[in-house]
């Protein structure tokens, strides 16, 4: 079946450092991908979205391209803030109409 | 304002007894999801809903069950037959069509304790 997987956290970087995260996948199909990010406490909120191969999706400063030779799709920002420390989800749609396949998660922590 | 609601916030129960989760949409969207999430696992599909008084079971819809009466409601019963229930409950909304790049929209979450 349809799975994706993430680079296991924590992830500690100090305020200004690039961040990375690592998010690969398997699917049967020609999935959309999506990155959604979790603040402590709260649900989840879409952070970026990417269609098609080679698209980019970008927001916030995050971008994440659509690597289909690689079934992968990482996520990045050039410069964190402490305010960017919170959950990472990568997560996958394979067929219309079916519910997202989400990774385990990624937790980031910046400090000052 | 259009959202996700789920209530309460923060939910008590003794072991032995069901509960039901409450999630309320107001973005007149078709499907409708339960997930748990859990330290260290992710987010695990309890169950589905695509259209009114139709839903499918997720990966873990054992010692849970919902209805879907209404479009805009989907409330989850924990039953006493779930061995583990504590856990932090997420319910999600997007557009139903078929299309692969609709997003999932999620509520802030209701973390329940058995005591």
């Known amino acids: 079946g349809d799975s994706v997987t993430q680079m296991e956290g924590p992830v500690t970087l100090s305020e200004e450092a690039f961040l990375t995260i690592n998010c690969t996948y398997t699917a049967t199909g020609y999935p959309s991908l999506f990155w959604y990010v979790q603040y402590p406490g709260e649900g989840l909120q879409l952070l970026l979205k990417?269609?098609?191969?080679?698209d980019k999706g970008s927001n916030k400063g995050f971008e994440a391209t659509y690597r289909k030779e690689t079934t992968s799709f990482h996520l990045e920002k050039g410069s964190v803030q402490v305010s960017d420390s919170a959950v990472y989800f990568c997560a996958l749609r394979d067929s219309g109409n079916t519910p997202l396949v989400f990774g385990k998660g990624t937790r980031l922590s910046v400090i000052a | 304002d259009g959202g996700i609601t789920q209530s309460p916030k923060y939910l008590f129960r003794k072991e032995g007894q069901n509960v039901t989760l409450s999630c309320e949409q107001n973005l007149n969207h078709d499907a409708m999801y339960w997930y748990r999430q859990d330290p260290g696992q992710g987010l695990r599909l309890i169950y589905y809903?695509?259209?009114?008084?139709?839903?499918q079971k997720g990966d873990i819809a054992e010692g849970y069950s919902v209805s879907r009466e209404k479009k805009e409601s989907f409330p989850l019963t924990v039953t006493s037959a779930q061995k583990n229930p504590t856990a932090f409950y997420l319910c999600?909304?997007?557009?139903?069509?078929?299309?692969?790049?609709?997003?999932?929209?999620f509520g802030p979450g209701t973390r329940l304790t058995v005591l």
């Open positions: 809903s695509q259209i009114v008084n139709d839903f």
């Open positions: 990417a269609t098609k191969a080679d």
């Open positions: 999600a909304s997007s557009i139903a069509g078929g299309l692969l790049y609709n997003e999932q929209f």
